[in-house]
C-alpha cells in the first residue's frame, strides 16, 4: 500500500490578499479558490471551490482591520475557512495569522477582565485549526494559550537588516524600548545591531493614552530607534519620541512589525518628531499612506519559508540561526 502523497493548498482571508499574493508568490503556487462573501445581514459565507480532502491547508489571515473589513469580521472569517475545511476533510488546517488580534488583554490586570488573547487561541482550536503561524505576538507567553503547534516568528532580522543598510554609526545609535515589557526584545534587538540600549517607563491613565514617566539610558547626540511590536494610535509612540528628543537625542526612528494606524495616527507621526516609521505588511497599510515618513517592508519572504518548512516537516528556528 503507497503511502498518500501530500498537497499543499493556499487560501486568503479578504483582509490582507497582497500579502497572501507575495507569499504565494514566494512559495511558487497559487492561492487557492475560495467564495467569500458576506449575507445581507453581515454573516459571512466561505464556500471552497477546489477539493481540499486530504490536503495541507494554509489560511492567511490578519486578525485586524482592512480591505473593508473590522478586526471582528477579520477573526469570524477566519474561524468559518477553517471549519469549512475541517469538514471538507483537509488533512491539517494551519491559520497563517500575520497579526493576532485581540493579543493585548492577555492577562488579568484588574478584576472582571477577559483574557481575550485565550479566548481566540480556543476558538482558533474549536474551529478546527491544527497549527498556527504567527508574527511577534504581543508576549512571548500566548504560544502557552494554545494546545496545538503554534510556530512563532519575528521580523527583527527585517528590521536589522533595514538599519543596517542605512549605514549609521553604531557609536550613535541607540535602540529604545518603550516600555518595560519590551525590554527583552529590545535588547535582541540592540545586540544585533550592536548598539546601545535605553529603555522607557510608561503608564496608562487609559487606553489608547499614555505618559512616558522615566528613561533609563544614555540617549544625548544619538540616534534613537524605538522599537515595538504595534503600532495603534501612535499616541505612545509620538510621546516616546517626544520625550526623547527633549532628552537630548539628535534624531528618532521608530520600527514595529504591526502598523495597526487607528484614529489620529496618521496625522500624529506625520506631525512628530520622528524621522521614519517602519512597519511590515503583516497589517495593509493603504498605498497612499505609504509616503513621506511611513515606509513598509515585507513579510512575505519569511512567511513563505515558514509554509514551506511547516509543509516539509523542516526546521523553521534555522530561519533565524
Known amino acids: 500500500m503507497t503511502e498518500m502523497q501530500k498537497s499543499m493548498a493556499v487560501f486568503t482571508g479578504s483582509v490582507n490578499p497582497e500579502l497572501a499574493d507575495r ?17 445581507a445581514n453581515g ?5 471552497y ?23 471582528n469580521d477579520a477573526l469570524m472569517e ?27 488583554q492577555d492577562r488579568k490586570a484588574a478584576p472582571r477582565e477577559p483574557i481575550t488573547a485565550r479566548l481566540v487561541a480556543d476558538l482558533l482550536s474549536a474551529a478546527g ?4 503561524i504567527t508574527i511577534d505576538l504581543h508576549q512571548d507567553a500566548i504560544q502557552g494559550f494554545f494546545s496545538i503547534p503554534v510556530n512563532h516568528m519575528t521580523a527583527m532580522p527585517i528590521f536589522v537588516d533595514y538599519f543596517k543598510n542605512m549605514s549609521f554609526d553604531t557609536e550613535q545609535l541607540v535602540v529604545v524600548s518603550p516600555d518595560v515589557g519590551r525590554a527583552k526584545a529590545a535588547k535582541k534587538f540592540s545586540t544585533m545591531l550592536g548598539c546601545d540600549l535605553a529603555i522607557m517607563h510608561k503608564d496608562r491613565p487609559k487606553h489608547n493614552q499614555a505618559e512616558i514617566t522615566a528613561l533609563i539610558g544614555d540617549v544625548t547626540d544619538k540616534i534613537c530607534i524605538l522599537n515595538d511590536d504595534m503600532i495603534d494610535t501612535a499616541g505612545s ?21 504591526h502598523g ?17 516609521v517602519v512597519v511590515t505588511d503583516a497589517v495593509p497599510v493603504p498605498l497612499d499612506r505609504q509616503t513621506g515618513k511611513i515606509k513598509v517592508l515585507s513579510v512575505a519572504p519569511l512567511c513563505g519559508q515558514t509554509i514551506n518548512n511547516v509543509y516539509t516537516n523542516g526546521s523553521v528556528s534555522r530561519l533565524f540561526e
Not at 23 to 39: Q, Y
Not at 43 to 47: D, M, Q
Open 260 to 276: 495597526l494606524f487607528s484614529g489620529p495616527a496618521y496625522d500624529r507621526i506625520e506631525n512628530s518628531c520622528i524621522e521614519e
Open 49 to 71: 471551490h477546489q477539493s481540499v480532502r486530504g490536503a495541507d491547508v494554509f489560511l492567511i489571515q490578519s486578525v485586524c482591520a482592512g480591505n473593508g473589513y473590522d478586526v
Open 237 to 257: 509612540l509620538v510621546a516616546a519620541a517626544t520625550t526623547l528628543k527633549a532628552k537630548g537625542a539628535s534624531k528618532v526612528y521608530a520600527c514595529a512589525t
Open 129 to 132: 485549526v491544527t497549527n498556527v
Open 43 to 47: 454573516e459571512i459565507y466561505a464556500r
Open 23 to 39: 507569499i504565494a508568490s514566494n512559495l511558487g503556487v497559487e492561492l487557492g479558490n475560495v467564495k467569500l462573501e458576506k449575507f
Open 78 to 104: 477566519l474561524l468559518i475557512m477553517a471549519d469549512a475545511a475541517k469538514r471538507a476533510s483537509a488533512r491539517s488546517v494551519c491559520a497563517v495569522v500575520a497579526h493576532y488580534g485581540y493579543a493585548r
